[in-house]
């Protein structure tokens, strides 16, 4: 009732810096502006002037200031879903990720503020969450709201039209990769180790260079591959399109001509299997073979120069 009404307000009032300057039209509003307009409002937020709030949201969303925006959306002034106009002032101010981070807003209907915060977005995707405080809660409007930062920004992003989302999630997933060389990799042996923690790491080893890998028989409608001086063929998947960055590309033995890559399955030689590269006439430039260790480890994969 009144009392909540009044006590929102004044903590709006708390969060707010003395020294507090806002514009509407010609006249800037001060702290004391804002203590008054509330004064006369019967200290109701709900009764506030609309220009003093969407003010307010703006200078929040510029600066940063979640735990105003939060207290205004509890107050049932401010719908997140529906700012644009703090979307937009915090595109001017280079604040989005941030406020993404926090609340679900209409990103989807701006696909070149996505593009334009996609790199800063998947660096915050890649940050450490694991300190951030539980802050599962549930909205005014009776929907739970996401517990992590990740969650909320990558949400934001799923509904963007186009090819932006699917980009954020190919550059994350990408970066996510461990590419970990063999010699620094501390395997871990703990007596109770769960899975997937008790899976062993996986290694991927270069075992033939571009100049052997040309002479491997390749056939890419029955989908097998046949390297010199074995008898049978090895079946192989589907081809795919090497997209990763060059740094990636590098860290995971890639053949710098290879624009392809096919899975071909095990064998006796090479029981786990492995990748053959292609270049751009899909003729094969190098193989690289997974092999797996008794050892445990953290790491998901590992990669090493033959």
């Given at each position: 009732g009144g009392t909540t009404s009044s006590g929102l307000s004044h903590q709006l009032l708390a969060e707010l810096p003395?020294?507090?300057?806002?514009?509407?039209?010609?006249?800037?509003?001060?702290?004391?502006?804002?203590?008054?307009?509330?004064?006369?409002?019967?200290?109701?937020?709900?009764?506030?002037?609309?220009?003093?709030?969407?003010?307010?949201?703006?200078?929040?969303?510029?600066?940063?200031?979640?735990?105003?925006?939060?207290?205004?959306?509890?107050?049932?002034?401010?719908?997140?879903?529906?700012?644009?106009?703090?979307?937009?002032?915090?595109?001017e101010a280079g604040t989005v990720v941030p406020l993404l981070q926090s609340f679900q807003l209409p990103l989807g209907a701006f696909p070149a503020i996505a593009m334009s915060n996609e790199a800063d977005a998947v660096l915050a995707l890649l940050s450490d969450s694991s300190t951030e405080p539980d802050r599962m809660t549930t909205t005014p409007s009776g929907h739970v709201a996401p517990p992590r930062s990740q969650a909320n920004l990558l949400a934001n992003y799923l509904l963007v039209p186009g090819p932006c989302a699917e980009e954020l999630v190919q550059a994350t997933v990408e970066q996510m990769i461990v590419f970990h060389p063999i010699p620094s990799v501390k395997a871990l042996k703990p007596d109770n180790a769960m899975f997937p923690e008790s899976l062993p790491p996986?290694?991927?080893?270069?075992?033939?260079?571009?100049?052997?890998?040309?002479?491997?028989?390749?056939?890419?409608?029955?989908?097998?591959?046949?390297?010199?001086?074995?008898?049978?063929?090895?079946?192989?998947?589907?081809?795919?399109?090497?997209?990763?960055?060059?740094?990636?590309?590098?860290?995971?033995?890639?053949?710098?001509?290879?624009?392809?890559?096919?899975?071909?399955?095990?064998?006796?030689?090479?029981?786990?299997?492995?990748?053959?590269?292609?270049?751009?006439?899909?003729?094969?430039?190098?193989v690289s073979e997974f092999q797996f260790q008794g050892s445990r480890s953290r790491r998901s994969s590992s990669f090493n120069a033959a």
């Open positions: 003395p020294d507090l300057r806002l514009t509407l039209g010609r006249r800037t509003l001060r702290y004391d502006d804002v203590q008054d307009e509330l004064r006369q409002r019967g200290w109701s937020l709900k009764r506030m002037d609309a220009q003093f709030l969407d003010e307010i949201v703006r200078w929040a969303a510029e600066n940063r200031r979640m735990s105003v925006l939060r207290l205004l959306e509890h107050a049932g002034v401010w719908k997140p879903a529906q700012s644009t106009l703090a979307l937009e002032a915090a595109h996986v290694t991927l080893k270069s075992v033939m260079g571009a100049g052997k890998a040309t002479l491997i028989a390749y056939d890419r409608q029955k989908h097998t591959m046949q390297p010199p001086g074995r008898r049978r063929p090895l079946k192989t998947s589907t081809e795919a399109l090497i997209t990763l960055t060059d740094a990636s590309r590098e860290a995971a033995l890639i053949p710098p001509t290879a624009q392809a890559v096919v899975y071909f399955y095990g064998s006796a030689e090479m029981a786990g299997g492995g990748l053959m590269f292609l270049d751009s006439s899909r003729t094969p430039c190098g």
